[in-house]
């Protein structure tokens, strides 16, 4: 079975980011971020209302990683301590040698590369440091442009789910993406 260690918490360094751990430091931009209904327009969970509750959101971030059982970077564009996203692997399965990647941006940054940059870098972590074979991405089938920054990276469908996630008074549908190791081109 796959042994996960986070310990030393790495950066990783593309182009032009820099992705680190978070802090309370970032409780503005993960408020922006996670308040915002159109940025969590496609994730089934509640919206952030306060700055606790931002804060908490940097603390379980920051439980998993002291556990060894998810990580996640602040994303920064290089000469700026600011976060603009987040990303990491979550619900890690080390039995499978898998995890699933998610990430998040504030609006004003995308469409400019930076999410497919960030999804590079901790691909390769996955791969590398992790050890995983495989790599997954869970997506709302509306949300085309994910779809497309996972494509740009490799990522093949595996799967559209019906109606198995319920929130909010409703049934969401979910596809899944993922990416072997194998097939990651550097």
């Known amino acids: 079975m796959l042994m996960i ?16 751990r978070l ?38 971030i920051e439980e998993k990683i002291e556990n060894n059982t998810g990580i996640n970077w602040g994303i920064t564009i290089k000469g700026s301590n600011k976060i603009i996203g987040i990303i990491g692997h979550y619900r890690i399965q080390p039995e499978n040698y898998r995890a699933e990647i998610g990430y998040i941006s504030l609006p004003q940054y995308n469409g400019k590369g930076y999410i497919s940059e960030a999804i590079k870098a901790v691909v390769a972590y996955g791969f590398n440091q992790m050890n995983l074979h495989s790599i997954e991405a869970v997506i709302d089938p509306a949300n085309v442009a994910s779809e497309r ?16 996630e ?21």
């Open 5 to 20: 260690n986070f310990h030393p918490f790495q950066n990783l360094e593309t182009e032009r980011l820099l992705l680190r």
């Open 23 to 60: 802090n309370t430091n970032d409780v503005d931009e993960v408020l922006a971020m996670r308040g915002n209904p159109e940025v969590m327009k496609y994730i089934p969970r509640p919206l952030a209302k306060t700055k606790e509750e931002a804060l908490e959101h940097i603390a379980m």
């Open 149 to 164: 920054v996972l494509q740009k990276n490799g990522f093949v469908k595996e799967a559209h789910i019906l109606e198995n």
């Open 166 to 186: 319920y929130w909010d008074g409703k049934f969401w549908d979910t596809v899944i993406y993922s990416l072997l190791k194998r097939n990651f081109k550097k």
